[in-house]
């Protein structure tokens, strides 16, 4: 089986395109899908970032809206990230992208999807795209765009294999936000909010805590230099909750013995989206362990960014040991403080450590300011019981995110084999629902 190529314009149906003009927004009303909301690695737009557009604006201002099943279409900034229209659509979408409709008759929708998300395809777009400081992808050389063709069988077979696990690896995002707001939640309870206290002060029952876990928090509050805080515990600094605190390094590039070869992870803070650090992108050798400013950190330490507000603050958490670079700060908790607390900690000093953060070029604070935020620390049996917890919500999203990256290794690897015609999903003898448990 092999593939042709055809122009991407002549597998469309419709284009719809309100690029060029900038939308009249509001407070409220239907959200506005801007270029920063397509991600490229989503199924879906994220909705983090919308703005919003009144009834009035949505049933006069535009061309055209997206329909269920086109695709999305990003002209400038990043040029060629594409996302799945959802069914409904509840959202309209801004210039500097378009939304693209396939052609039923020609091609299969999620083939078409699966094809642009191509290595084959991505790298047209990034050889034709223009400009310098911010490319776009001219509107006419959609007719330049060559998209790779199989058989009516292959397109349904290689584009229902890329979105259903697409939509599981979405899922399994999905469920880990929403364990993350659980986890979130609970900490800014009891350590920020100290809604346990207040209740018992009150002489109500803390909600959704069984009366053992209660009988640990106190029922009154003192004043502190960090305001009330609960009585009997006590203000300390980041530097109290770790047995080690640390900047990282980089090891020489001119040095290759320093890197090829290398089995040693090594982080960049790029690479960090508050969560686990699963696989990073570079490795470093034993040589460069010898020779050079980096240091182990053993699974479960927190890294921290340290250069360039507004990155200061974004977190990572090692899932084995690991090395970083000198942009992050690396902490070991403490055993009886346990990681998620440190973790959360840090989370909710993100405003702290940004606004502590000078330089003329670059925006960065140091180790030293990290290990002096001041910080409430309860008492090491309320700080057991939240790691418990923490624990086994942070364990969830730990196989969740493994089983996700596993996924999109699958499908990204195999699929420039099929969509060039030399595997086919018979060939590889995988069946989705069997790479999908």
């Not at 809604?195 to 640990?216: I, N």
Request: aromatic residues 10%; contains cysteine.
């Amino acid at each position: 089986m092999s593939s042709e190529w055809t122009k991407f314009t002549d597998l469309l149906s419709a284009i719809v395109d309100n690029r060029g003009r900038t939308c009249p927004v509001g407070e409220s009303g239907l959200p506005l899908i801007a270029t920063n909301c397509v991600s490229g690695v989503d199924l879906y737009p994220s909705y983090d970032t919308t703005r919003f557009v009144s009834e009035e604006t949505y049933k006069t201002w535009f061309r055209g809206h997206p329909k269920p099943g086109d695709i999305l279409f990003v002209c400038k900034g990043s040029p060629g990230r594409t996302n799945w229209v959802p069914d409904p659509v509840d959202f309209c979408i801004a210039q500097d992208m378009v939304a693209v409709r396939a052609d039923t008759r020609k091609v299969y929708p999620k083939y078409l999807f699966a094809a642009l998300r191509s290595e084959v395809v991505r790298s047209q777009i990034d050889n034709m795209h223009v400009g310098t400081m911010i490319p776009h992808f001219k509107k006419g050389d959609f007719d330049k765009l060559l998209i790779p063709m199989l058989d009516e069988q292959a397109q349904v077979a290689v584009g229902d294999f890329y979105f259903t696990l697409s939509e599981r690896i979405t899922l399994l995002r999905e469920t880990n936000a929403t364990l993350e707001a659980i986890a979130q939640a609970l900490f800014k309870s009891w350590f920020v909010d100290f809604d346990p206290v207040r209740a018992k002060m009150e002489g109500r029952a803390p909600e959704g805590m069984d009366e053992a876990t209660a009988a640990l928090f106190p029922d009154a509050l003192e004043e502190t230099e960090l305001g009330p805080m609960p009585r009997g515990w006590r203000v300390g600094c980041v530097d109290d909750l770790c047995s080690v605190i640390t900047n990282g390094g980089t090891p020489s590039r001119s040095k290759a013995q320093f890197w090829t070869g290398g089995t040693i992870p090594w982080f960049k803070t790029g690479e960090f989206s508050d969560g686990f650090l699963l696989q990073p992108n570079e490795f470093i050798t034993k040589e460069a362990l010898e020779g050079s400013s980096v240091k182990v950190l053993p699974k479960d330490a927190v890294l921290m960014a340290i250069y360039a507000a507004p990155t200061v603050g974004r977190l990572g958490v090692l899932t084995e040991p690991a090395t970083f670079n000198q942009a992050c700060t690396g902490m070991v908790a403490k055993v009886d403080v346990g990681p998620w607390f440190l973790y959360w900690t840090l989370f909710f000093g993100r405003e702290w450590f940004n606004s502590r953060a000078n330089g003329a070029a670059q925006q960065n604070i140091s180790k030293a300011i990290v290990s002096a935020y001041r910080v409430v620390i309860p008492h090491d049996v309320i700080l057991l019981a939240f790691n418990d917890v923490a624990s086994s919500i942070h364990n969830r999203v730990r196989e969740n995110a493994e089983q996700a990256q596993t996924l999109a290794t699958l499908r990204d690897t195999l699929l420039p084999r099929l969509i060039s015609g030399q595997l086919s999903i018979s060939d590889t003898g995988l069946q989705i629902e069997e790479a999908i448990v």
